[in-house]
């Protein structure tokens, strides 16, 4: 028997518990060597299907599939011990109906280990979010700038610049809560609607581009730590690990062709 205690990785009723509460860490993580990392700091990992555009270059999430999902949600489950590891359903795998909804997050929780799914829309997604909360598969809903949606929507827009949206953008906030997820991510919203939406929804907001009058914030890992070559205006970099990669490779690249690496030390004898 294990002297330690083991560590506990948080779940989905402690993160809904803090409604109104400590702000939710989360960032994005599809990757087991850095969710190690990220382990520590977060709250919540979410395996977002962004990974299909800053991990796999498509333009859009649209190609992302269950088994890709499904290959970094296990990676990034084995790679973490406490934090609240959430999957996200790729553009297909759920709008049909809540029974394909139900058969492709079964998949996902069950061939990855994580804790609950995410995926995109409002009041137009609450039979399903209703249908897999009943049956043991805790949601996490998305709302306002939805990228799979992206097509329809005309690009990636902030929303909420008309205020005659906000009714929707409200109604959206509460169809999900009521329809039992614990949580809901509100991406590229205006601050006094994410404000509004925060104040009168039971569930904690997770903000992404949503200010930070939310009960969390959310940031794709690539962006915040400057390692792509664009990020959304509302990033704020925290480190700039593109100019170190360039400038850690760069020295490899001298040192190979000069010849001093390998050095004596660095050969099996
Ligand atoms: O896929 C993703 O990274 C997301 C975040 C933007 C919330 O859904």
Not at 64 to 91: C, K, N, W, Y
Not at 123 to 132: D, K, N, V
Request: proline share 5%; net charge negative.
């Amino acid at each position: 028997m294990s002297a330690q205690a083991p560590l506990r990785r948080i779940n989905v009723p402690q993160i809904a518990a803090r409604k109104g509460a400590e702000p939710i860490v989360a960032l994005t993580a599809s990757h087991v060597q850095f969710a190690q990392i990220l382990d520590a700091h977060c709250d919540v990992l979410l395996v977002g299907d962004s990974l299909g555009m800053v991990t796999h270059g498509f333009d859009n999430t649209l190609p992302v599939s269950v088994e890709l999902m499904i290959a970094h949600g296990a990676a990034v489950v084995r790679g973490t011990q406490r934090a609240l590891v959430v999957v996200d359903m790729p553009f297909g795998s759920y709008e049909e109906s809540p029974q394909v909804a139900f058969r492709n997050a079964a998949r996902i929780m069950a061939e990855t280990g994580a804790s609950a799914v995410k995926l995109e829309g409002g009041a137009r997604m609450a039979e399903t979010i209703g249908f897999l909360t009943a049956r043991g598969i805790p949601v996490m809903a998305h709302i306002g700038l939805t990228p799979q949606s992206s097509n329809t929507m005309g690009g990636f827009k902030t929303q909420g610049r008309n205020a005659d949206s906000w009714p929707l953008h409200h109604a959206d906030a509460a169809a999900v809560a009521e329809a039992g997820a614990f949580s809901v991510v509100l991406e590229g919203m205006v601050e006094p609607l994410a404000a509004e939406v925060t104040a009168a929804c039971p569930i904690p907001t997770i903000g992404i581009g949503a200010s930070r009058t939310c009960d969390g914030q959310i940031l794709v890992m690539e962006d915040m730590l400057g390692l792509g070559d664009w990020a959304p205006k509302f990033v704020r970099k925290f480190a700039d690990l593109r100019t170190e990669v360039d400038r850690a490779v760069g020295a490899y690249a001298e040192a190979v062709r000069d010849r001093s690496f390998p050095g004596e030390d660095e050969i099996y004898t």
